[in-house]
């Protein structure tokens, strides 16, 4: 807990006849963390190594694989695995069933897009058709004139045109059709008086016969067609379902042999030999060593190397199961680095207070409670169950906090308040003494000093571990300057929830002993923060700032009971309570109306309290406690290998 | 000659006009800030997404920037209820 676990560097050596065992070995354990080898001016004859050799034919076989999931639109994640299957069996039936079932995929999905192709081609001819069927004039009557002009088309309306001509119009079919014969001589004037009309030429297709007839053969055929579709679609699914597990474990398999044989592409290698850096936990150095001495029959040289400074040290977390979750939003900003304290755990545990103390509504709690569990059933995605799992925490607090400030859904529960009141007088009959704003809000005020003064003490441990002794002195600093300010405002003015400075006597400018004190304070402290960097001092406004941006935990709080206090009183004060005294065919009605406000307008507000609790409570680690004292950017812990899931070990 | 009870409806209208001034006030605090702070993460999120889209682990970084001005509107809200409570 708030360190990383305890890594070590391993240099492993052997002799180039050894490194398919030594590579097998180190992804069965899937515990080595390898360092990429950079080629330098003095690798002393080292180089980056080469593939293995079957690395091309087996990286092919993978390619064909992961083509056929794709038409089957396979995911290895969301299969269930019936049995786990021994790689050297699969191994052989890779070579002997994957070729065929390769060409049948192939063929079927070609026949598909030939059929596909050829059903657009009749769907649209049936398109084109379809206008000519207004007019009962075979097809082939409209072409091969010398001396006369036809026109075909789409028209507003019927048109009378002065030239002579001869003409069809018919509203039967949608947009109306009209087919105008005419000599050629005419044809301008006749075109001029269609374009008028907005005349728009559709093309005569090229087919014989009466246009309902060539309309029937072709749907004739898309409808064979379609049938030939199905029973294709079919044969695949059904070789989907045959086939899908089988095809996961192949990806797996295939998978890993190209991860292996393209490993040496990060070892430093020379004609005869191969060295690996890498990083393993701390505790499993001994297995290593022992597993790596029984593959290769002590042919293996492995050895511990120092820690430097500078080091990349790759970072597992080391947390407690309840903080595991919020890993995930230690993610989301940055993964700690190895050598600074890691806040994961007490992210923890100060989220869901935060959320609790936003959002502080057994109502909403119950809901989103709901909705963590309900959707946990769904989701089996690791970061979604992770998220689901902070959701329900943040929940749980919501409801205790719900009972504190007696609240559920904007309504008092049977006892009053325990902690301050949230509660307000919306209504023209609201009655009550309204919230304790003032309390709130200092209370809010003395969880930032808290988490500040946190922050900074966690800063100067850091400085600590790295024996900077200015840096110690600047975060004590910032601690001095906030509580000398703190101290300062306590002489000048009583606040309450906060000690009263304002009896002591006066000393010097009209500041009493406390003001005096609390003014030295600062001031050491400032001296404090400029002893490591006077730029720093810029910073200095941030005291007040941070401080008082941790009231957004009442403000967004209350905004959120307003609403839904709101909603209860147009609901009910308003809409169903009245009706319900005087009894009406219109209150029926409004009583209707009136659970629909109460159910979107609670609706809304869940979605809004969920957001609001959530990126406020986020926000405050983020921004104001988070730059306290944390960096980040450390690099995340990925040993080689994968964990199988269709294969045995 | 002061009629008592118009002096009575006088005091009572300043009253209601104070509590009027008050809310309009509180309502000022809480318009001026939210269009300010919206206005501030209009530029930051819009650039924030296209960053996102360019590199995925920014992320983290780029959400604490975009909510870096919701502060001001915090302040707003809180001098608003201080003014109304």
Same mark, same amino acid.
């Given at each position: 807990m708030l360190r990383a676990k305890q890594m070590s560097r391993l240099l492993i050596a052997a002799s180039r006849d050894q490194m398919q065992a030594v590579i097998r070995e180190l992804y069965r354990q899937h515990i080595c963390h390898i360092e990429d080898f950079v080629e330098d001016g =003095?690798?002393?004859?080292f180089r980056i190594g080469m593939p293995l050799a079957d690395a091309d034919e087996i990286s092919s076989k993978l390619i064909k694989i992961r083509a056929i999931k794709n038409t089957f639109g396979l995911s290895s994640e969301d299969l269930p695995v019936e049995l786990k299957r021994s790689a050297r069996d699969l191994r052989a039936l890779v070579d002997q069933d994957l070729p065929a079932i390769q060409e049948d995929v192939e063929a079927l999905v070609g026949r598909r897009q030939k059929l596909e192709a050829a059903l657009r081609e009749h769907e649209q001819r049936i398109k084109e058709l379809t206008p000519f *069927? /207004? &007019? $009962? #004039? =075979?097809?082939? +009557? @409209?072409?091969? @004139? /010398?001396?006369f002009s036809v026109f075909t088309g789409r028209i507003a309306g019927d048109v009378e045109i002065s030239a002579p001509h001869e003409r069809f119009f018919s509203d039967t079919v949608p947009s109306n059709f009209i087919a105008v014969i005419t000599p050629n001589d005419y044809r301008e004037e006749v075109e001029k008086d269609l374009l008028e009309a907005r005349f728009q030429a559709v093309p005569v297709p090229d087919e014989e016969g009466s246009a309902q007839s060539c309309i029937e053969t072709h749907a004739g055929e898309a409808a064979r067609i379609r049938e030939e579709l199905a029973l294709i679609q079919s044969r695949i699914t059904e070789m989907k379902t045959r086939y899908s597990e089988f095809l996961a474990a192949c990806d797996e398999l295939l998978t890993s042999e190209v991860e292996q044989a393209e490993v040496p592409l990060r070892f430093a290698t020379s004609d005869e030999s191969f060295l690996i850096e890498g990083w393993v936990l701390a505790d499993k150095v001994a297995g290593v060593r022992e597993s790596l001495d029984a593959v290769t029959g002590g042919r293996v040289f492995v050895t511990e190397l120092e820690v430097t400074e500078t080091a990349r040290v790759p970072v597992e977390y080391d947390n407690p199961s309840f903080a595991q979750p919020s890993e995930l939003l230690m993610d989301t900003y940055s993964r700690p680095k190895y050598d600074e304290l890691d806040p994961t755990a007490v992210l923890a545990i100060i989220f869901p207070v935060f959320f609790g103390i936003i959002l502080g509504d057994a109502g909403y709690g119950l809901i989103l409670l709901a909705a963590s569990w309900g959707l946990g059933r769904f989701i089996t995605s690791d970061a979604a169950g992770r998220l689901l799992t902070v959701l329900r925490n943040a929940s749980i607090s919501s409801i205790i906090f719900g009972m504190l400030y007696s609240e559920v859904l904007g309504f008092a529960l049977p006892?009053? $308040?325990? #902690?301050f009141s949230r509660h307000l007088n919306i209504g023209a009959h609201a009655t009550g003494h309204g919230p304790e704003i003032t309390g709130l809000l200092i209370l809010a005020v003395w969880i930032g000093i808290a988490q500040i003064s946190l922050g900074r003490v966690l800063n100067a441990i850091n400085h600590h571990h790295h024996h900077e002794v200015r840096g110690v002195a600047a975060q004590l600093g910032w601690l001095a300057a906030m509580w000398g300010i703190l101290i300062l405002l306590w002489s000048m003015a009583p606040i309450p929830y906060m000690p009263d400075l304002t009896g002591m006597a006066p000393v010097v400018a009209g500041l009493n002993g406390g003001g005096v004190a609390g003014a030295l304070i600062c001031l050491a402290g400032i001296a404090g923060i400029a002893c490591e960097s /006077? %730029?720093? %001092? &810029?910073? %200095? $406004?941030t005291i007040i700032s941070h401080t008082m941006s941790y009231t957004r935990l009442v403000a967004v709080g209350l905004s959120s009971v307003a609403i839904a206090m709101v909603v209860n009183y147009i609901a009910i004060? +308003?809409?169903i309570g009245p009706q319900l005294e005087h009894f009406s065919a219109l209150g029926i009605v409004l009583i209707i109306m009136g659970v629909l406000v109460f159910i979107l307008g609670h609706a809304l507000n869940t979605a809004l309290g969920l957001l609001g609790g959530g990126l406020h409570s986020i926000r405050l680690q983020y &921004?104001?406690?988070? *730059?306290?004292?944390y960096k980040g950017g450390g690099i995340k812990f990925n040993p080689f290998g994968i964990k199988s899931k269709f294969l045995e070990d | 000659m002061v009629d008592p009870v118009m002096t009575l409806t006088t005091v009572e209208m300043v009253e209601a006009s104070q509590i009027g001034m008050k809310s309009l006030a509180a309502a000022l605090a809480v318009v001026g800030t939210g269009v300010a702070a919206a206005f501030a993460e209009y530029g930051i999120g819009s650039a924030a997404v296209g960053a996102t889209a360019e590199n995925k682990d920014v992320f983290g970084l780029v959400l604490l920037l975009t909510v870096i001005p919701e502060t001001i509107v915090i302040f707003g809200l809180v001098v608003a209820l201080l003014m109304l409570f």
């Open positions: =003095d690798g002393e004859g *069927t /207004a &007019v $009962p #004039i =075979d097809l082939g +009557m @409209y072409r091969g @004139y /010398a001396g006892w009053e $308040p325990i #902690i /006077a %730029l720093e %001092l &810029v910073e %200095l $406004p004060g +308003m809409l &921004v104001e406690f988070f *730059t306290k004292f | -």
